[in-house]
């Protein structure tokens, strides 16, 4: 099989030229040519009015060694790399029994905490893989879970154990379910992700596409396949119970994990344990620091959500192109490094969707953004976020970050009005710095509502500062930007979690207690669906070898 990249071709171009192009391109005849397969597909929108296709392309043909051999010195035509996952290695039979495992050195079953992106793919790789784990989640199964996070959008009643953040798929489950990510892939554990999202019920596309999304409605049934998955392969998942205790033996103060308690009181007994539990499991945090569970602050951001009309960000990415359903709707991708030296940026940008509510704890607002496959709604949104660092915004204590943040939710919460209601402000009084009174031309998407206000006092002097320098900055790549109408609510402050459970780089393990297995977004490993259910993956060979070998 060959690899051909950069093979570009027009927006409208029929499904043909493709073939066309690879024998133009290999300088076969059609005899020579088997068939192709689309690796991936980008676009290049540099010039709005001349949009691109950019190929990437495994190609079966006869004569493969010639022809490698004629474009040796052709960076485009390379032998195409195997991209199949491989696991590292099988529960030896007999398989573990419920509670002790045989034939294996280390004896309890795994446990794994939390059924987000991180957790669901520790979880199917360790079951695939024979090793039936048990998965704890705090949160409801999640067709209960979206009833909930629907109930809090519409009336405002917060359930504080099922919700956006919490409960069957994890945090994004609700969301645009965008599927990039910046990372390194050498073994192939994102293709693995992308391979098992298709099985389950995502569109195949996301194979391919440089800029993947699913969409809200598409993964609450595919976390509902994985699971099925999970369960017929001898795992274990149980909803409604949250972790309260880890139970650690010491041995010349070298901790081990024992097991875990749950808030009913019920003990479960293990030695490889799995901590999966996102960026909102502040309670956790503060269960494992009392523990003596080495943690420690990490950067995150703060900021706003920014809605403008969907059809503004269209016209300025793909300018006569704009609306042409083979682009769907424009992304944006902005970075600004503003004068009081804060970088300013675009965070989880979702074209043609919403703003939603996405607190966990009561008496506080948090905003973040979703929207369903087709992308279809009126407004895009993002956020839009000042990166904030321990060092510099809050020292000190491992979890001054946790309280940073709530501490600016409940201003939120107070901001706009008590009752859960997020505060907005229009681009143009922002920018002016007087409070606003009136929505203009964009009506914002957040429910229950949004209370017009002056957002100044929403964060820190530094971060109004530099998100009041960026937004003409900004104007400068998106035409519109600075729009007066367009609307800020806030605040966004579930960016990435603000603790890092830090663990070696080797076999995994916390740095000071054997046996936990932090991963995901909450332990500080990931930001992102794709990227959380990779690390997932990792921690997952981590347990399987260490109970196989020792
Ligand atoms: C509204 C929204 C939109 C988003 N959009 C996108 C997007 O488009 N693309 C993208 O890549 N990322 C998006 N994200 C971010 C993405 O959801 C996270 O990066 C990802 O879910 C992290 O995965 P995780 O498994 O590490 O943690 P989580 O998904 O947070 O899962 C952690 C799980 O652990 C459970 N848990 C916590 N504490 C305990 C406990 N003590 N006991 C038992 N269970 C516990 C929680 O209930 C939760 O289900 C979005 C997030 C939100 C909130």
Same mark, same amino acid.
């Given at each position: 099989?060959?690899?051909?990249?950069?093979?570009?071709? %027009?927006?409208?171009?029929?499904?043909?030229?493709?073939?066309?192009?690879? *024998?133009?391109?290999?300088?076969?005849?059609?005899?020579?040519?088997? +068939?192709?397969?689309?690796?991936?597909?980008?676009?290049?929108?540099?010039?709005?009015?001349?949009?691109?296709?950019?190929?990437?392309?495994?190609?079966?043909?006869?004569?493969?060694?010639?022809?490698?051999?004629?474009?040796?010195?052709?960076?485009?035509?390379?032998?195409?790399?195997?991209?199949?996952?491989?696991?590292?290695?099988?529960?030896?039979?007999?398989?573990?029994?419920?509670?002790?495992?045989?034939?294996?050195?280390?004896?309890?079953? =795994?446990?794994?905490?939390?059924?987000?992106?991180?957790?669901?793919?520790?979880?199917?790789?360790?079951?695939?893989?024979?090793?039936?784990?048990?998965?704890?989640?705090?949160?409801?199964?999640?067709?209960?879970?979206?009833? !909930?996070?629907? @109930?809090?959008?519409? /009336?405002?009643?917060?359930?504080?154990?099922? &919700?956006?953040?919490? @409960?069957?798929?994890?945090?994004?489950?609700?969301?645009?379910?965008?599927?990039?990510?910046?990372?390194?892939?050498?073994?192939?554990?994102?293709?693995?992700? *992308?391979?098992?999202?298709?099985?389950?019920?995502?569109?195949?596309?996301?194979?391919?596409?440089?800029?993947?999304?699913?969409?809200?409605?598409?993964?609450?049934?595919?976390?509902?396949?994985?699971?099925?998955?999970?369960?017929?392969?001898?795992?274990?998942?149980? $909803?409604?119970?949250?972790? !309260?205790?880890?139970?650690?033996?010491?041995?010349?103060?070298?901790?081990?994990?024992?097991?875990?308690?749950?808030?009913?009181?019920? +003990?479960?007994?293990?030695?490889?344990?799995?901590?999966?539990?996102?960026?909102?499991?502040?309670?956790?945090?503060?269960?494992?620091?009392?523990?003596?569970?080495?943690?420690?602050?990490?950067?995150?951001?703060?900021?706003?959500?920014?809605?403008?009309?969907?059809?503004?960000?269209?016209?300025?990415?793909?300018?006569?192109?704009?609306? &042409?359903?083979?682009?769907?709707?424009?992304?944006?991708?902005?970075?600004?490094?503003?004068?009081?030296?804060?970088?300013?940026?675009?965070?989880?940008?979702?074209?043609?969707?919403?703003?939603?509510?996405?607190?966990?704890?009561?008496?506080?607002?948090?905003? &973040?953004?979703? %929207?369903?496959?087709?992308? &279809?709604?009126?407004?895009? /949104?993002?956020?839009?976020?000042?990166?904030?660092?321990?060092?510099?915004?809050?020292?000190? !204590?491992?979890?001054?970050?946790?309280?940073?943040? +709530?501490?600016?939710?409940?201003?939120?919460?107070?901001?706009?009005?008590? /009752?859960?209601?997020?505060?907005?402000?229009?681009?143009?009084?922002?920018?002016?710095?007087? =409070?606003?009174?009136?929505?203009?031309?964009?009506?914002?998407?957040?429910?229950?509502?949004?209370? *017009?206000?002056?957002?100044?006092?929403?964060?820190?002097?530094?971060?109004?500062?530099?998100?009041?320098?960026?937004?003409?900055? $900004?104007?400068?790549?998106?035409?519109?930007?600075?729009?007066?109408?367009?609307?800020?609510? @806030?605040?966004?402050?579930?960016?990435?979690?603000?603790? +890092?459970?830090?663990? /070696?780089?080797?076999?995994?393990?916390?740095?000071?207690?054997?046996?936990?297995?932090?991963?995901?977004?909450?332990?500080?490993?990931?930001?992102?669906?794709?990227?959380?259910?990779?690390?997932?993956?990792?921690?997952?060979?981590?347990?399987?070898?260490?109970?196989?070998?020792?």
């Amino acid at each position: 099989m060959l690899r051909l990249t950069e093979i570009k071709l %027009s927006l409208q171009h029929a499904q043909e030229k493709i073939k066309t192009a690879i *024998l133009k391109k290999l300088g076969i005849v059609e005899d020579d040519f088997i +068939r192709y397969q689309i690796f991936k597909r980008g676009v290049d929108a540099r010039k709005p009015h001349a949009i691109l296709f950019v190929y990437t392309l495994d190609v079966e043909v006869k004569n493969e060694a010639k022809l490698l051999a004629k474009f040796k010195k052709d960076i485009h035509v390379k032998p195409a790399p195997d991209t199949g996952y491989k696991f590292v290695t099988f529960a030896p039979s007999p398989q573990p029994s419920p509670t002790r495992g045989e034939g294996v050195k280390s004896m309890s079953r =795994p446990v794994i905490v939390g059924f987000g992106p991180a957790g669901i793919f520790a979880a199917l790789i360790l079951a695939q893989s024979g090793f039936k784990p048990i998965v704890l989640e705090r949160g409801k199964a999640v067709k209960e879970r979206t009833k !909930d996070t629907w @109930g809090f959008w519409r /009336n405002s009643k917060l359930n504080p154990e099922s &919700n956006v953040q919490f @409960g069957e798929g994890g945090a994004g489950t609700f969301s645009d379910g965008k599927l990039y990510s910046q990372i390194k892939d050498p073994k192939h554990y994102g293709r693995k992700v *992308l391979e098992e999202f298709v099985k389950a019920g995502a569109p195949e596309e996301i194979l391919y596409d440089s800029h993947p999304h699913i969409g809200t409605f598409r993964l609450v049934s595919m976390v509902e396949k994985m699971r099925e998955t999970i369960l017929s392969l001898g795992g274990e998942i149980r $909803f409604e119970a949250r972790v !309260d205790d880890i139970e650690i033996g010491y041995k010349n103060e070298h901790g081990q994990v024992q097991g875990v308690v749950l808030a009913n009181g019920e +003990r479960i007994a293990t030695n490889h344990l799995v901590l999966a539990v996102g960026h909102s499991a502040r309670d956790t945090f503060e269960m494992i620091h009392k523990r003596g569970i080495y943690i420690e602050a990490k950067p995150f951001s703060i900021g706003f959500r920014v809605e403008h009309p969907q059809s503004l960000i269209d016209r300025a990415r793909y300018g006569s192109n704009s609306g &042409n359903p083979l682009l769907g709707a424009a992304d944006y991708r902005l970075v600004h490094h503003a004068k009081n030296g804060r970088s300013v940026y675009s965070f989880c940008m979702c074209p043609g969707g919403t703003v939603v509510a996405a607190a966990s704890e009561p008496g506080r607002v948090v905003t &973040n953004g979703m %929207s369903q496959y087709s992308r &279809n709604e009126r407004n895009a /949104n993002a956020g839009i976020v000042v990166g904030i660092t321990p060092e510099q915004d809050y020292p000190g !204590d491992p979890l001054a970050g946790v309280e940073l943040q +709530r501490e600016l939710e409940a201003k939120a919460y107070a901001l706009g009005g008590n /009752n859960y209601a997020a505060p907005g402000q229009l681009i143009g009084d922002f920018l002016e710095g007087k =409070p606003s009174t009136e929505f203009g031309e964009v009506a914002p998407s957040y429910t229950p509502s949004v209370h *017009l206000t002056d957002l100044s006092s929403a964060l820190p002097e530094y971060a109004i500062t530099a998100i009041r320098g960026a937004l003409p900055e $900004f104007a400068k790549q998106i035409k519109g930007f600075d729009l007066p109408d367009a609307i800020l609510t @806030g605040v966004e402050t579930r960016t990435s979690s603000p603790v +890092r459970i830090t663990r /070696n780089d080797d076999d995994l393990q916390s740095i000071n207690t054997k046996g936990l297995y932090p991963t995901g977004e909450g332990a500080g490993y990931a930001g992102g669906i794709l990227s959380a259910a990779v690390d997932g993956i990792k921690v997952a060979e981590a347990v399987a070898l260490s109970i196989v070998v020792g």
